[in-house]
Nanobody
Framework: QLQLVESGGGLVHAGGPLRLSCAAS????????MGWFRRAPANEREFVAA????????SYADSVKGRFTITRDNTRNTLYLQMNSLKPENTFVYYC????????????????WGQGTQVTVSS
């Protein structure tokens, strides 16, 4: 089964950028719709962004539109989330996730998950 490992989280000042990466363990990565989700303690995972298999279609939560960009490199089996103009309310654990075959923004419809990476934005 495909394994996903996130990296790139950390502490950043408000207004700063951060780029998250999600490395997949196999070339079957290129057959998965991929997404980024976030979760605060004791809360459910919330949709952040999703990208189609070939990277042609993307979608974003309203709260991050214009500041976050999801991309993928199928030659490197890697998913990215570029986060700009970060705000303290963007402090969450961020997860990458994968599903096949259809595009979705619903966490419950994703069956592959990474372990998460903490992003903390200080004011």
């Amino acid at each position: 089964q495909l394994q996903l490992v996130e990296s790139g989280g950390g502490l950043v000042h408000a207004g700063g950028p951060l780029r998250l990466s999600c490395a997949a363990s196999a070339r079957t990565f290129s057959t998965y719709v991929m997404g980024w989700f976030r979760r605060a303690p004791a809360n459910e995972r919330e949709f952040v962004a999703a990208i189609s298999v070939k990277g042609i279609s993307t979608s974003y939560a309203d709260s991050v539109k214009g500041r976050f960009t999801i991309t993928r490199d199928n030659t490197r089996n890697t998913l990215y989330l570029q986060m700009n103009s970060l705000k303290p309310e963007n402090t969450f654990v961020y997860y990458c996730a994968g599903r096949r075959p259809d595009y979705s923004a619903k966490a419950i419809e994703y069956d592959l998950w990474g372990q998460g990476t903490q992003v903390t934005v200080s004011s």
